[in-house]
């Protein structure tokens, strides 16, 4: 009886506070997608540092802190222009004619204190999408290496993110974003294909034919500084790389799984296709082919691990490698000087997981979409969307990248003199040297 009156007591004050028990459950935070998310957000952020440590090592010894410098000031000027107004720009409502979008909420993030979207603290969420804005300029800063003044880079990264970065993230990813919409389900592009890696590529080729190559490029050796550091920047990008993928499926379920597996998948694929391929032609394997393999696998499953299944990953992460090594042969054929790959790993590579994802989708997401459409959507179909995201990021990237360096140029200057590009970047700009050794060539 006791039992009794206690439940009965206790569904009167349920039935009383019904309304408020409703909207706590609508507005309850999931903790385990909440949990998978704030680890993602760690994930994305040590591929900063992973991508410094990658690069610093393929540079030479005078320019090893100037070239880690690049993919570190990212972290905080994009990291304050973010919550500024980044996230407002680019996942708000769309404005002048969906250029770019809006939301008085997120300006200093300021309206989202107690927000929770779908399940999980919407502070959460804009920061995991910060880091991806992040990284993406960071990556250019591969093909402008050893030759370019630390202010005019800053000027150049900031623009770029404003110009480029902000525009194609609200077509591809915002809600209302043109590009979301369409087709069966909007251009497929998981964690950043197009936003990231092809906008980035593009823009390094870009930058480098601005620029034009660094003195004594090609006939003087400029042999890397530290293979040792490469190769851990690589481990922590591929380790990175599953919140990079994984977390962009935004929970912590089935397609959370799918995405983490692929990734993994497609990065072995590729490092072993790319040690096989020297295995064949020059008869031994190299720790820097080794981690470009694994690049050039993770580029290209970024579009699509959402869609693919493992044989897809493997089939793309082979081909990957096999392109972008012929790419890399083909940079030396032509003379520019990007320095460190950019846009023969990760405009390449990634440009190809766009289009070539579009054969190997799961035969449960082609089904969804034929019934979104009332039709049978084929690979050919869904070729088509990816085509038109691929042209209007490569269209934007590359026209828009040659004025920021006119800018860049005209006002603060971009290119190093010869005399402080001769000395080094560290000593130079920083007043630092890398090794506490005497700066060289070597």
């Not at 206790?10 to 309850?28: I, K, M, Q």
């Not at 490029?217 to 890397?224: D, N, R, S």
């Not at 010869?418 to 060539?441: A, F, I, N, R, T």
Request: hydrophobic share 50%; charged share 10%.
């Amino acid at each position: 009886m006791k039992q009794r009156r206690t439940l009965i007591s206790l569904g009167l004050v349920l039935a009383t506070a019904w309304p408020s028990v409703a909207f706590a459950a609508e507005n309850a935070v999931d903790t385990g997608t909440t949990a998978w998310m704030l680890i993602s957000t760690g994930l994305v952020l040590l591929m900063v540092p992973g991508l410094a440590m990658f690069y610093g090592g393929l540079v030479r010894t005078k320019n090893v802190l100037g070239t880690m410098m690049h993919s570190f000031v990212a972290m905080a000027l994009i990291g304050v222009l973010w919550p500024v107004c980044g996230y407002a720009l680019t996942f708000g409502h769309g404005i002048l004619g969906g250029l770019v979008g809006w939301n008085n909420d997120y300006f200093l993030l300021r309206g989202i204190d107690n927000t929770i979207t779908n399940g999980v603290p919407e502070y959460i969420l804009a920061m995991f999408q910060g880091k991806f804005a992040i990284i993406t300029p960071a990556l250019i800063s591969g093909a402008l290496a050893e030759r370019v003044y630390f202010r005019g880079y800053c000027l150049f990264i900031v623009l770029w993110f404003f110009a480029v970065y902000v525009p194609l993230c609200h077509w591809v990813w915002a809600p209302d974003g043109w590009l979301y919409h369409a087709g069966a389900s909007g251009v497929i592009d998981l964690a950043g294909g197009l936003v990231i890696h092809v906008s980035a590529g593009v823009s390094a080729l870009v930058v480098a034919l601005f620029l034009g190559p660094r003195r004594g490029y090609p006939k003087i050796a400029m042999h890397p500084n530290n293979l040792v550091m490469t190769m851990m920047g690589a481990g922590l990008l591929w380790v990175g790389w599953f919140g990079f993928n994984a977390g962009s499926t935004a929970q912590s379920g089935l397609e959370t799984a799918r995405a983490l597996t692929m990734t993994q998948v497609s990065a072995a694929s590729g490092a072993l296709t790319w040690l096989i391929i020297e295995a064949l032609i020059f008869k031994k394997a190299t720790s820097l082919g080794f981690v470009s393999g694994i690049l050039a696998g993770l580029v290209v499953i970024t579009p699509a691990a959402g869609v693919v299944q493992p044989t897809g990953a493997i089939t793309l992460g082979a081909i990957s490698s096999l392109v972008c090594y012929y790419a890399l042969q083909m940079k030396l054929k032509l003379g520019y000087d990007d320095s460190l790959d950019c846009f023969g790993i990760h405009g390449v590579g990634s440009g190809l997981g766009v289009l070539l994802l579009s054969f190997f989708i799961r035969d449960s997401w082609m089904a969804k979409a034929s019934a979104a459409v009332g039709r049978t959507w084929t690979a050919l179909d869904q070729l088509q969307i990816q085509l038109m995201g691929i042209g209007v990021t490569i269209a934007l990237a590359a026209t828009v990248t040659i004025i920021i360096c006119l800018v860049v140029e005209k006002s603060v200057g971009f290119r190093i003199d010869e005399q402080e590009e001769m000395v080094g970047l560290d000593q130079s700009l920083h007043g630092e040297s890398g090794y506490g050794l005497v700066s060289s060539d070597r």
